[in-house]
């Protein structure tokens, strides 16, 4: 694809949190903007685990990237993924063939860290997509449905038992929402089964759910997930899982046929970049600039990137604050550098965390302001809601949430495109069932 | 799976129109009812074509059939397809292993009929299911993000051009809905295209579009199709498809990646049952109480069905307004019989026909009275609605709408799980690219 126009092409990869306000922030400078994505939409990570466990719809939490620039006109957008950076020209290597730019936005995020255990990464379900999450509501769901079924003792209670590997925000969404499914609504749409029977563990190695929330914090969400009926195990660090068992240091194991992995992530960093770039967990290192060292022309923003200066020796924190924040700095630094005026180095206003257990049960740990329960709960949603693309999400997912809170039977629970077991392994892939 | 209880067993194959009000009339008879159905949820089929123009989210026209009977003390679920009925010891074989029955419903519906043709129906998309409507969503976003990067201007053409075979509601509806992408948001989210660069085609062998509708319902249905920019093209046999080119009978051809077949349905039958059994359009024939001749318990009702007497003898047309009230009187009749009582004979209560074609525009034949236009449509809607099942998608399909409505560029447009064009042929199988 060539640049056709007068103007400096600014090329994104990458439609997330970070890459959208990179193109936002552009829309009325002199530079053309493309942008590049796998999908042709924007995923709202927060609330993927609802469309996981049957809550949310996927499209409800996905936003078309073309319609939401629609309008911006020196904006531009191809599905494509980047296999290759060549620096030296210029140049990326993509499935949709060559494309020059004039500056680069590196905005790919981050993928699920396994942490080179292939055993577990073949076994244990990922949640970091839309596809990912709906491949592991089919698992649940159809582990429910063959629970149905199986008379075996040790077989059902293995389909029933559900293992949470990460005790952060997605773990503990993920377990209050699992929690819920079990005490509202298992036995309402599968009347053979037991609610005692189903159990939801979550794990962590660190002595603590939540790691980086305040104490008060940490203890609440505990304690609401004790309360429901998770059993939260601590200090636990995971030997392997070979579909069938999870087995921890120290001896103890669980059967089960359901591992959830969210205990870590790593950069989705494409070819060509110097390994002198990355830092730990596979993300680019950038100055306070947020460009890449030696190169005046190449940023680095959100999950993928590790600014790395004095006042930051580890980065930032994962999170779509600061891929947001970083993208609008990105943004302003180009204006800067084709002005020849200096960048500016990126500071990081830190808004606070919130994570929600369930129905009326948030943490919110707001700088010095700390909430625990039904206030947290509202702020939770709140934030959530505004912060959705477009105007009909927010409205079907405002309704489905008074649904679900008004019913304790909200949801939809589909299986659109199941799989079959066997092809579990090659669930990065895509593993639909004929139909 | 045994029957325990001491009530007759009633097993209902499909969880269509049919299927679902049998199970409904027999919640309070003394019998247990099991349904199986290949999905684990109802499909609303009336609005699929909305589903594969990107319109609505498939989840809002699918019911979970769980949730559904949910509170049903006597309803039974399980996902499982039935390979074949062995009527002389009253046994279904299944894929989750052998299920007998006392009483056998069959709501099994239709699939597409591409008349023995192999090729057509190698490279022609079907759309009478989710998945399926879903496959074609892509296909249609596919290529228009394909169009976007061809230069070579009969390439681009031919992926610009849509060819709907089959003048029925479904092609009407399609090729509406389809004009309406064209006319309003084209070249809002893809800026390189030109609205007259997209072509819709809708061919019939028959000389008028809506066939059996009225002649005034059918000419207007042709007036709005082109007022809208479609080309219907009557009188015209398709000959063959081969991915890149339609030819039909005379000459004709047309340059397209784009063909939707909706030219024919046949009936869904297991194995097992005499071919005697078999009428026009594999149906399987019934006497007039809805019950296969020379059986006392196996009835067939809907698209699979074809009721023969003196007073029907091409059966009923495949609505599902058909199916819904022969689901109603089976079970009727089943309660009949379990009373010792004569069954009754079928007689169907035609309520009319109805056809949406776009914005403002829809035919409405209701007996004597008939409707064209937007009198029309607001009765289109309002039928449709109600008969969604479920309020939460009642309100999410209204939502949708008027914001459609309002906007002028509603629907979310999403590729949550494409397809690779080389994987094309195998669209009846699993068509997903790694994600």
Redesign the interface.
């Known amino acids: ?1 060539d640049n056709t126009s007068k103007f400096p092409l600014v090329v994104i990869i990458g439609g997330g949190f970070g890459g959208l306000e990179v193109a936002k922030k552009l829309a009325d400078a002199p530079v053309e903007v493309l942008m590049l994505d ?4 924007h995923t709202f990570q927060p609330l993927l685990y609802q469309v996981a466990t049957g809550s949310l ?4 939490i ?3 990237l ?2 939401n620039f ?2 911006q006109k020196n904006f ?1 957008f ?2 494509a993924e980047v296999s290759a950076i060549d620096s030296e020209n210029n140049l990326l290597d993509t499935t ?1 063939g060559p494309i020059a730019y004039d500056y680069l936005i590196i905005a790919t995020g981050s993928t699920t860290n396994f942490f080179g255990n292939k055993e577990i990464e073949r076994f244990a379900m990922p949640m970091k ?4 999450a ?1 491949n592991l509501r089919y698992l649940i ?1 159809q582990n429910l ?1 063959e629970a ?2 199986t008379t075996n003792k040790d077989d059902r209670a293995a389909l029933l038992s559900f293992v949470l590997v990460g005790a952060g925000p997605t773990g503990v969404e993920l377990a209050g929402s699992l929690a819920e499914l079990r005490n509202h609504i298992l036995t ?5 089964l037991q609610k005692e029977e189903m159990k939801v563990y979550l794990v962590d190695f660190l002595p603590k759910v939540l790691g980086p929330f305040s104490d008060e914090g940490s203890n609440a969400a505990k304690e609401f997930l004790t309360g429901m009926g998770v059993e939260v195990l601590l200090n636990m660090k995971v030997e392997s899982y070979d579909g069938k068992e999870i087995k921890f240091e120290g001896g103890k194991s669980i059967k089960t046929r359901n591992v959830i992995w969210s205990a870590g992530v790593m950069g989705v960093v494409p070819e060509g970049l110097s390994k002198d770039n990355l830092e730990r967990g596979n993300r680019i290192r950038t100055d306070g600039s947020l460009r890449l060292n030696g190169y005046n022309n190449i940023f680095a923003i959100g999950d993928v990137a590790a600014m790395i200066t004095d006042k930051t020796p580890k980065g930032h924190p994962g999170v779509a604050q600061v891929a947001i924040q970083q993208g609008q700095h990105a943004a302003k630094n180009i204006l800067h550098i084709l002005k020849g005026q200096p960048t500016e180095v990126f500071e990081y206003n830190d808004k606070g965390s919130l994570a929600t257990i369930g129905r009326n049960k948030a943490i919110a740990d707001l700088g010095k302001l700390k909430f625990q329960g039904f206030f947290a709960w509202l702020i939770w949603m709140f934030v959530h809601l505004i912060s959705l693309l477009g ?2 999400n927010k ?2 997912v405002f ?2 949430w008074v ?1 679900s809170y008004f019913s304790n ?2 949801g ?6 199941g799989f079959k077991r066997e092809e579990l392994s090659k669930k ?8």
């Open positions: 694809m796998k999908h042709n939409y719809e996927a499209e409800s996905a936003f078309s073309r319609k629609s309008g531009r191809r599905i949709i997509s839309i596809p990912e709906l769901l449905e149905v079924r309402k749409d599968y009347p053979e105007f009909r409205i079907v309704i489905n649904g039977n909200g939809t629970r589909l299986i659109i495109r990065d892939e895509q593993v639909s069932v004929p139909d």
